[in-house]
């Protein structure tokens, strides 16, 4: 996890003073600000709280709104990296993660949240291949040092899905988790410190290049100013905003982008797993379901990254087509209620120098740690990223801490719905008629 203590190359300055009309709010005194309340804002808020710090998380949407309710909840331990020579050094940071987070969800809090609250979709993904790869699988697990190895399961015990795969079909211990459910946990655990505001302009800084001074918080008629010892910006995609707002470079952050693909079918069975195709992993699946109960596919891995380039139809007619070829066995013409939709999503990171995903969780530290830019680079680093923001702070909050703000008045923010519920659906039978002969 890199961390950096140079300042920026800008000058910045941010004074934003109160709007007319609003109430003057109270001054507080706090440990830490934490801005953003995806999985990457609240796995930092409850390690902060535990540290015994002060500490509050601000939401100017919805809870997990974006990337962190988007994503599909698969806790790697880094098994795939090893398909390509390059994404090796990513292995070793994550290979911790699955029994992490299945001790926690166990109810093993000491080093983490409870998050016995929240659904384990499944405890393992499946890897398998297609005819057109070289069987090769046996190798992957010697590639990198996988605190979990995966295990080939014989014909009888391989999911109905894949039981004619060919070659090789691997179990491996990598956690599904519901995102949702997640977030749930994560939030009733401290809801008193966490705070809804009134969207973006909710919320305003006092700055002094870049250092922040002051938060002013607002939601209808509450309002409260924070006097932070530090800031952590953990907003995901919206880091770049909050930046630009401080008078900082913006452009240390980079968005990947991708067009995911979902399924949805009553009687589709629940499955998470992994395609492979060489060294690409073709598709990604996981599952969950909408409100009235049905199953949702969602369709991840290099369908999503090439899908970016395909508008929805395009992407539909292309993921219909490659589902058939790596699930041969699936007849969606015997589900007369399934349905196709898509949605566009970013990755939102650290700037690397090649524009690839960063190996690790990352932290950005600016003014000795007074203000710091958290990017979890992956679901399953949370608790690698909340680590790494504490023993970024000063070390004179951790010895004397301050007492909890006074939010009286305040709200803690909803969580966000699933993409899929607010998505326009074609029929698979018109995806079909559609498909070119």
């Excluded at 790697?76 to 993660?97: F, Q, V, W």
């Excluded at 809804?196 to 922040?212: K, L, R």
């Excluded at 001074?213 to 006097?227: E, M, P, S």
């Excluded at 007619?317 to 399934?338: C, G, H, I, N, W």
């Amino acid at each position: 996890m890199r961390q950096d203590t140079g300042r920026t190359t800008r000058p910045s300055r941010c004074v934003l003073g109160y709007r007319a009309g609003m109430p003057e709010s109270r001054s507080q005194s706090i440990d830490l600000v934490v801005v953003g309340g995806g999985i990457a804002g609240l796995w930092i808020l409850d390690a902060a709280i535990r540290a015994g710090l002060s500490a509050v998380c601000v939401e100017a949407s919805k809870l997990g709104s974006g990337q962190s309710i988007c994503a599909q909840g698969i806790i790697h331990g880094g098994l795939k990296y090893t398909l390509k020579e390059r994404d090796l050094s990513a292995a070793g940071p994550i290979s911790e993660m699955p029994l992490r987070w299945t001790e926690l969800a166990s109810g093993d809090p000491k080093n983490g949240p409870d998050l016995r609250a929240a659904v384990m979709s499944s405890p393992c993904t499946w890897l398998w291949r297609t005819d057109t790869l070289a069987s090769r699988l046996g190798m992957l697990g010697a590639k990198a040092a996988l605190r979990t190895k995966p295990s080939t399961v014989t014909k009888e015990k391989r999911p109905l899905l894949i039981r004619d795969a060919p070659g090789a079909v691997l179990r491996v211990d990598e956690p599904v988790f519901d995102t949702r459910s997640v977030l749930g946990a994560l939030a009733a655990a401290h809801e008193s410190t966490l705070v809804a505001v009134d969207g973006p302009e909710g919320i305003e800084f006092t700055s002094q290049g870049g250092q922040v001074t002051r938060v002013i918080l607002r939601h209808g008629k509450a309002a409260v100013t924070l006097v932070p010892r530090a800031v952590v910006l953990a907003a995901g995609a919206g880091n770049e905003g909050l930046l630009s707002r401080l008078g900082l470079d913006a452009s240390i952050a980079q968005r990947r982008p991708l067009h995911m693909t979902l399924l949805r079918a009553a009687s589709l069975p629940e499955f998470h797993g992994h395609c492979v195709d060489g060294n690409r992993t073709r598709v990604t699946i996981t599952s969950g379901r909408d409100a009235g109960g049905r199953i949702v596919w969602q369709l991840g891995g290099d369908l999503a990254e090439t899908g970016v380039a395909r508008d929805p139809a395009a992407q539909i007619t292309f993921a219909a087509a490659e589902l058939q070829a790596v699930l041969p066995s699936l007849d969606l013409s015997e589900r007369p209620d399934a349905a196709w939709s898509t949605y566009r999503i970013d990755r939102a990171e650290r700037r690397t120098r090649s524009g690839l995903r960063p190996d690790d969780a990352e932290v950005l530290s600016l003014h000795d740690g007074r203000l710091l830019v958290a990017w979890p680079t992956k679901w399953a680093l949370a608790p690698r990223l909340a680590a790494a923001v504490l023993a970024a702070l000063p070390p004179e909050i951790a010895a004397e801490p301050t007492p909890p703000a006074d939010l009286t008045g305040f709200t803690p923010p909803e969580i966000a719905t699933f993409p899929w519920e607010n998505c326009t659906w074609t029929s698979h039978h018109d995806v079909r008629s559609a498909a070119p002969a």
